[in-house]
């Protein structure tokens, strides 16, 4: 299938590693230009560096952190042109209410609440000017589930889940199309942190945190590109009837209302 993306150009948080970095190099892949953000210039400049090999296309590094003042501003002063934008940065802790203490109750919706919030505000009113374009969310099951020890994340992620619909609901009116996607478990280092902390917390051992993991649909987390490739779609005018919706990708995890 033909996406018809080439020569679009997108800007991805959180793109040094897990999820961002993925749909950077799917979105490259399919000739995409890249605006890639993240705090790590190292990582972001060996992620370039991947690219480069397998596909033309320029990408540009926006090394910030998104909590600092005006960072949001500074991107949008910066970067001229923009089709698609993935917001992906931001983990909130995982913990009960107790395990998770104000101070980094407000670091995580700092960084992936109002980081998203902030990023759509202003990069929706510029690619409305533009002619149009395309925001996808990367949000979280955290927001369906609705689980104690993941008490911040499910408070901020159903929060960023209301927004997207909210803001998608009349998009098409500006040209505009606005998605969510809640990944369940996906294979990278943040699922296996998480796993080892519970392991920690219900068995005594963070070594046992694969007898976790076990307890996934087909025993094992999501691949990234079960992640990315979706990204790709719902970026691409094959999706041009979808706004103010959001995605579940998580092995029917959400629908056993359960974690697990």
Do not use: Q
């Amino acid at each position: 299938m033909d996406l018809n993306l080439g020569g679009k150009t997108a800007l991805i948080t959180g793109a040094s590693m897990g999820i961002g970095e993925h749909v950077a190099e799917t979105l490259s892949a399919e000739g995409v230009h890249l605006h890639l953000t993240a705090r790590s210039m190292d990582k972001l400049e060996a992620l370039k560096a991947r690219i480069a090999e397998k596909s033309d296309v320029s990408v540009d590094l926006h090394p910030i952190d998104l909590t600092a003042e005006r960072a949001p501003e500074h991107l949008a002063e910066v970067i001229n042109e923009v089709d698609i934008l993935i917001n992906n940065a931001g983990a909130i802790p995982s913990g009960d209410l107790w395990d998770v203490d104000e101070a980094a109750w407000r670091k995580g919706f700092d960084l992936k609440v109002f980081g998203y919030i902030n990023m759509c505000r202003l990069f929706y009113a510029k690619m409305k000017a533009a002619g149009g374009g395309v925001i996808i969310n990367i949000i979280g099951n955290g927001g369906e589930v609705l689980d104690r020890d993941y008490i911040a994340g499910a408070s901020g992620n159903i929060s960023l889940m209301g927004f997207t619909r909210a803001l998608g609901g009349y998009a098409l009116d500006d040209k505009m199309r606005v998605v969510g996607i809640n990944p369940g478990p996906v294979n990278t280092d943040r699922i296996y942190n998480m796993l080892k902390k519970w392991a920690e917390k219900d068995l005594g051992d963070s070594g046992r945190y694969k007898e976790l993991a076990a307890g996934y649909p087909l025993g094992r987390p999501a691949h990234c590109s079960e992640i990315s490739d979706l990204v790709a779609f719902l970026a691409s005018d094959r999706a041009g009837y979808t706004t103010g919706t959001i995605y579940t990708v998580d092995g029917g995890i959400s629908a056993r209302t359960s974690i697990v």
